[in-house]
């Protein structure tokens, strides 16, 4: 049992959790923007940029469910959380000295491992705050990814039009974890480490297992566009991805032990978390891609763009991202009164109201503005619960598996299938001489994006039905309540 850390110990800890997390936002969402200046700059085609996007990710579906076990296992929290930030901000070194391709995924690999920061950071919270901090903390720290994303945005939209902007990116990415890290080894203390035990610290064919249907997932919605959704490169992957997850299920449900206690990951809590996560990931990331294009696409006949430059696309979504911030500590409290579940139906319910105004409203500047304000306070509702569901609703050896693997989910497989069906929607809907998409493309992606908002809504519905207003915490159905009756387990 840790003990909690002194009030004012607790509000540095917090203010140097939120400057990580900002400062890894805002390193991850830069590059996209300046993307076309990377291609010309390494002579790379389509399919090599790619590449460069999507390399963080497979780092972190490889490293980190494993980091973080070894975290929960040994009890090094802060060595982790350090590990990953200097990952970031030398990946970030690496990337901004890089002059071929090879180089400069080992970099962006790099910086994928970072990821595992969020995991970490949200441990210790759990482990060290009180219950009434801790309800603050987790939501601002959560909500702090998406404000850095939109500053990240501006930024890249500053450097759009610098020669060397992607490398001020980069030094960017570096230099801000680099602070991070020394104020994490000063300001941090030290979390105690567990007994040695006979646990293996690494399972290879579980993390291994884990990452090839991730990877042949986010790959293939990738590319889905370039190759086709009938192509046999396209089919055989997603085959992959939906065969390989059974066998690594049932591999893992044998071995002694196992990258992630199933029990806990297959908890009904989790489950419905993890299935939310996917779908509000479709709607979150639908939102800023879709909006940031209509935003800057010329106001023809057909289209009904707003005709508007990056940087005030970026300026435009800001005000919502930063209204995300707001909304952390206020949720994390009242839903100590109301329960989570409330919050997990609310929240996706406010964006598909936002997606609706789009639709009905699209061409209207303070209209657009308006839904993305409303979809917004929507993903404010739900990304502190989804915070405090991976912390309050397992038992807190488990917090960074499980958590670990959250953003995977949202951000892999819902972010990246966003992408996909956005980017072959508007190919499949373009206007006469076949340079711009139609209207009706951005309108139909609304649709399908207020759909996915809906079903994340049911998830929440199920989640209320299942737990009220207590929580499983409370319930004798808890999961991982076995661990604590003292059944056999492999963690």
Sequence with gaps: M?????????????????????GYAVGTNMLVPLLPRV????????????????????????????????????????????????????????AALSDNLPTLLLGRGLQGVGAAATPMTSA????????????????????????????????????????????????????????????????????????????????LPGAIGFVVPVAALVVGFSYASRWGWTSPAFLGLMVVGVLVFPVWVAVERRTRDPLVDLKVFFSRPITIANISSVFVGFAIFGSMVSTSTYIQLPPVPGLGGLGKSGLAAALLILPAELLMLGFGPVVGRLSARWGKGLFLVAGPAVQAVGYLVLIARHGSLAAVVTAIVVIGVGTGLIGPV??????????????????????????????????????????????????????????????????????????????????????????????????????????
């Excluded at 890249?156 to 570096?174: C, K, N, Q």
């Excluded at 929580?471 to 808890?478: F, H, L, M, V, Y």
């Design 386 to 491: 989804w915070a405090l569901t991976y912390v309050e609703d397992i038992p807190p050896e488990h917090v960074g598996r499980v958590y670990g693997i959250a953003p995977i989910l949202s951000q892999g497989v819902g972010g990246s299938l966003a992408g996909a069906l956005f980017g072959a929607i508007l190919v499949a809907n373009r206007l006469p001489g076949g340079k711009l998409p139609s209207e009706g493309a951005f309108i139909g992606f609304w649709w399908l994006a207020a759909g996915c908002a809906l079903v994340a809504g049911l998830c929440g519905a199920a989640y209320l039905k299942s737990y009220g207003t207590g929580g499983p915490r409370t319930r004798r159905e808890a999961p991982g309540a076995e661990l604590q009756r003292g059944a056999p387990t492999a963690v």
């Design 124 to 203: 210790i919270v759990n482990e060290n705050f009180t219950p009434a901090l801790r309800r603050i903390g987790l939501p601002v720290k959560a909500a702090s990814l998406f404000a850095g994303a939109g500053a990240g945005g501006i930024m890249a939209a500053l450097l759009v039009d610098e020669p060397s902007g992607f490398r001020i990116l980069f030094w960017t990415s570096a230099a801000i974890p680099a602070l991070g890290f020394l104020l994490i080894a000063s300001l941090v203390p030290a979390t105690p480490t567990l007994p040695d035990s006979r646990i293996r610290a690494v399972d």
């Design 39 to 94: 291609q010309q700059e390494y002579g790379l085609d389509e399919v090599q940029a790619v590449w460069v996007t999507i390399s963080t990710l497979l780092t972190g579906a490889l490293f980190i469910p494993s980091l973080c076990r070894l975290a929960d296992i040994r009890g090094w929290r802060k060595q982790i959380l350090l590990v990953s930030v200097a990952c970031v901000a030398v990946g970030g070194a690496v």
């Design 2 to 22: 840790t003990t909690p850390y002194s009030a004012r110990r607790m509000h540095t800890v917090l203010v140097v959790f939120v400057y990580v997390t900002l």
